[in-house]
């Protein structure tokens, strides 16, 4: 059986980037490995799109759920420094789920692209036998910009510094212990602070906020394959060597207890929230003070320098290829279902 989570780089070097339908001229940006967002330019503005699954776990709350959601989605439109601005969603519902429950989600999601000033344009909804939560449909997000002023996940130059928010592990560590704390055997002050990590797991303003402050020359948000993954897809893109010092990487309280106790590396596990930020020397201090004045955990962490890789406290590391938590939470559903 194939691996959870996103195909490896092999099949999409193989099957996807070669057969991508018609080449036109107005695709500044396509579907690359480690990138999460295309372009395209019309007239003389870049229009930024990403598109992603929809998830809705109810055991969140469903207010709580929806905004989860709808982060992550338009996270990837911000990482790029250009506002979101326009949604098209579908909803593909699971039968269980009622009128009184999708108008919470509608509402907190219209909020929410309210505050953002993004407006809804299109979508689908319906319900359909075979759904199931917390896969519930999919949607694309854009927004409008300049070309100058995007901001490339592959853009880190030499002597560039790395920024870090919020620090590995928030968001699957924070799933954990909020959706199977029963199913943990840790303390509850440690359990405690462990579900609380899933209030660090918004990235879009703070993407924004960076990308104001500037100048950042390279942005990813930390998803699948964690840390180690977007470091090394950030270093690898830019055809540079990322230098880390792991002693300057913030570790949230109740990340490493958490990891420890299913055996799995933070710094390999999702981390939504997380940004690694590849800075001009120039603008370190306001980016640091813009993302301070939110609140926001921020480290510089390291360097950009000339060569390849990613190299921690003078020991290469490679990207993990499959993200461990996937399995930690397949094994506790299926306990728990049972």
């Keep these: 059986m194939p691996e959870l989570g996103k195909v490896d780089r092999a099949f999409f070097d193989r099957h996807v980037a070669p057969n991508l339908g018609a080449d036109r001229d107005d695709v500044r940006i396509g579907p690359r490995h480690g990138v999460d967002f295309g372009v395209l330019a019309v007239d003389e503005s870049a229009v930024v799109l990403a598109t992603d699954p929809l998830s809705i776990l109810p055991a969140l709350g469903l207010e709580r759920a929806a905004r989860f959601g709808l982060d992550l989605i338009l996270a990837d439109v911000a990482v790029s420094g250009v506002a979101p601005s326009h949604l098209s969603i579908c909803f593909t519902l699971p039968p269980e789920m009622d009128d009184e429950s999708f108008a919470t989600v509608w509402e907190t999601i219209h909020e929410e692209c309210r505050e953002l000033g993004v407006a809804v344009t299109t979508g689908h909804t319906a319900r359909y036998s075979e759904c199931s939560y917390p896969w519930v449909g999919a949607a694309t997000v854009l927004g409008v910009g300049e070309h100058e002023t995007i901001v490339r996940p592959d853009g880190a130059r ?19 212990a909020t959706l199977f704390g029963d199913e943990i055997a840790l303390p509850e002050d440690t359990l405690e602070a462990a579900r609380a990590r899933f209030d660090d797991v918004y990235c879009v303003r703070d993407a924004l906020t960076a990308a104001a402050a500037g100048p950042v020359t390279a942005m990813h948000d930390v998803t699948e394959g964690g840390l180690t993954g977007a470091l090394n897809e950030m270093a690898d893109g830019a055809g540079v060597r990322f230098e ?25 596990i999702s981390s939504c929230g997380s940004l690694v930020l590849a800075v001009d020397p120039s603008g370190v201090d306001r980016v640091r003070r813009a993302l301070e ?17 990613v190299v921690v406290d003078g020991e290469a590391i490679t990207h993990p290829g499959t993200d461990p938590a996937w399995a930690v939470y397949a094994d506790l559903a299926s306990r728990t279902d049972g």
């Excluded at 880390?244 to 799995?264: K, L, M, N, T, Y």
Aim: proline letters at 7%.
């Design 158 to 176: 030499s002597g560039d510094r790395l920024l870090l928010t919020t620090g590995p592990g928030a968001e699957a560590v924070g799933l954990l």
């Design 293 to 309: 004045d939110r609140e926001t955990v921020v480290a510089d962490i390291g360097r950009v320098e000339a060569g390849e890789g």
């Design 244 to 268: 880390i010092d792991r002693d300057s990487v913030p570790i949230q309280p109740g990340i490493e207890a958490v990891c420890s106790h299913f055996g799995i590396d933070p710094w390999h």
